[in-house]
């Protein structure tokens, strides 16, 4: 049995994954849950973890993977964790085609910087597999993460971003985000009137502001793929 807040957390965890393909931040559950201080996170994710709904993966700061669901939040179309581990595949023909097995391979179309914008992306590097359930309905592609900007979003530097494409994104979304037309961005996108910020996931980083003409969106974070 799990205790409201235990639960209440479960359940924030579970929807943030499901939207953004990664965990909210620890600040994140605080303000959700209408605590005071870290700690009492802390404590609900220990507990979580020990009666086996979550694990916190090794020597990754903030990155939670969720293991099971209680009954009382499982959905008709089943769990499954949007957080997967494996070694990148060799290089094969970029088209994205369905697999036997359920899962689909997707173009990894180079680097996006998690960091200082760099070139935008235009080629095929290699291909990589992903569960069917990950991608959903629409046009998907892959980027390989260079730099640590959203490390408190638990994106590290090395990871695999599954991105649907999309040119439009809510208040909050991660976002590959085209800046003037040649420097390409994984960013949480917030839009205030004819401004929009690109939010990094790391006190280190500060937001950078632009006018709304000169963000393009890209593509919307649904999965993360993590090589050990």
Do not use: C, W
């Not at 009492?40 to 994710?45: M, S, V």
């Not at 700061?61 to 179309?77: F, G, H, N, T, Y």
């Not at 004819?194 to 974070?221: H, W």
């Amino acid at each position: 049995m799990l205790t409201k807040k235990q639960l209440d957390l479960l359940e924030f965890i579970h929807k943030r994954v499901q939207r953004d393909g990664v965990p909210p931040s620890f600040d994140e559950m605080k303000e959700a849950l209408d605590l005071r201080s870290k700690s009492g996170i802390h404590r609900l994710i220990t507990a979580l973890e020990e009666r086996g709904f979550i694990r916190r993966l090794a020597h990754r700061a903030r990155a939670l993977e969720i293991v099971k669901l209680p009954d009382s939040m499982q959905d008709s179309k089943g769990f499954t964790p949007r957080v997967i581990d494996g070694d990148k595949p060799d290089k094969t023909p970029a088209q994205a085609l369905p697999l036997a097995t359920g899962s689909v391979e997707l173009p990894v179309m180079g680097r996006i910087a998690a960091g200082v914008p760099i070139a935008a992306i235009s080629e095929v590097s290699h291909n990589v597999h992903v569960p069917q359930a990950m991608v959903g309905q629409g046009d998907h592609y892959a980027l390989e993460v260079k730099g640590d900007s959203m490390i408190d979003a638990g994106i590290n530097d090395g990871d695999v971003v599954v991105i649907r494409e999309t040119g439009v994104a809510d208040n909050g979304d991660i976002v590959v985000a085209l800046v003037e037309g040649h420097e390409a961005t994984l960013k949480r996108f917030r839009r205030n009137g004819n401004a929009i910020a690109l939010e990094a996931a790391n006190p280190a980083y500060e937001t950078r502001l632009f006018r709304d003409d000169q963000v393009k969106v890209q593509g919307r974070l649904v999965g993360l793929i993590r090589t050990y």
